[in-house]
């Protein structure tokens, strides 16, 4: 794997999902816990495909890209926890973790503008 703290962040967040996404209801484990896990591994295609380029035009699209992506998946997460698919205390360890990706995320697309 790449040595890009954001990636293992990533990944280590991921797994994460995974484990918590096991326990949602049935109902939802295959709309709203499968939009979110796809956009988690969309994610990480964005920031790994910034790391990956030399432009920085480009590098900056993908972390933008990346940025919304982040967005939507903070918003899906608070959605799976109002839904009751998700118990308090896993919502907000999710939170914390995706806190913590956003500050990373928003550190490299200002150190690029």
Known sequence: M???PIIHLL???YKLWHKVSLNFP?????TLGQI???D???LLKNILA???TKDRK???EKLRQASIKLDLIKILIRLAKDCDCLQNKSYLELQSKLHGIGKML???IKSLE
Do not use: E
């Open 2 to 4: 790449l040595d890009i």
């Open 11 to 13: 990944y280590d967040f």
């Open 26 to 30: 049935k109902s939802q484990r295959y």
């Open 36 to 38: 979110c896990g796809t």
């Open 40 to 42: 988690l591994l969309l």
């Open 50 to 52: 910034a790391s990956a």
């Open 58 to 60: 480009i590098k900056l």
């Open 106 to 108: 928003g550190g490299w």
